[in-house]
């Protein structure tokens, strides 16, 4: 596509309640990012795919955070028993090289998770 | 780890010039970026640096001293729409970036 497509926009959750956001990225783009932007905050790191093996997820913050590409090109990031300290804008990225060659990442419009 | 710092706030007026400062603390460098993000929207990409020196990008350029964990962003010639968050985000080993918090800029007429 144009460019990094996440959906939903928005996305409000009851909390408890499990929560599945997706990212579509640049067709032929090895690298995939997702990070997590709180208000007023620069995006910090969750995990990292390149084509479909995830080579860095240190930066999930609980086990109830799971994030997949199975085919190496969509990804979906997953939370589980959603807490209110989850509320932020979910941010993906995607760069046409491996995150070693340091090619510029385009981000998506993020999808902002509202829990209740 | 990674430690980012740029200021919060700046506030600069049309047509003027503005510099933004990063500093970093790393335990690892591969690369400084910056990027731009306006209310409600995607991080863009603006600027690279991992070499030493001023990369200049028409109105914007970006300085890289790696001896002195240090980065400026520099806007020339400030138009209203340049109003947004910058975000200096460095890179570590294994490509992976950490950003600061970013700082926002006004550009007032």
């Known amino acids: 596509g144009a460019g990094v497509s996440q959906s939903p926009r928005y996305k409000v959750a009851k909390r408890g309640q499990d929560v599945a956001l997706r990212c579509d990225p640049i067709s032929g783009h090895v690298s995939l990012f997702w990070y997590q932007q709180a208000l007023g905050q620069g995006p910090e790191f969750l995990t990292y795919f390149q084509n479909e093996a995830q080579l860095d997820k240190s930066g999930l913050p609980s086990d109830r955070f799971f994030a997949e590409r199975p085919e190496g090109s969509v990804s979906t990031l997953k939370i589980q028993r959603t807490q209110q300290e989850d509320s932020a804008v979910y941010l993906c990225?995607?760069?046409?090289?491996?995150?070693?060659?340091?090619?510029?990442?385009?981000f998506g419009q993020g999808t902002r998770l509202t829990v209740v | 780890g990674q430690n980012i710092d740029q200021p919060t706030e700046m506030t600069a007026t049309e047509g003027a010039i503005v510099q933004i400062n990063c500093t970093y603390q790393?335990?690892?460098?591969?690369?400084l970026f910056w990027y731009q993000q306006h209310a409600g929207e995607a991080p863009t990409f603006l600027s690279y640096?991992?070499?030493?020196g001023l990369e200049e990008k028409g109105r914007f350029s970006s300085f890289l001293s790696r001896s002195k964990g240090y980065s400026y962003l520099l806007l020339k010639e400030l138009q209203m729409k340049d109003s947004a968050s910058y975000l200096c985000a460095v890179n570590g080993n294994a490509g992976k970036s950490t950003f600061g918090d970013g700082t926002t800029l006004t550009v007032k007429p």
């Open positions: 990225a995607s760069s046409l090289g491996a995150a070693s060659k340091n090619t510029e990442a385009f």
């Open positions: 790393t335990s690892g460098f591969n690369g």
């Open positions: 640096n991992v070499l030493d």
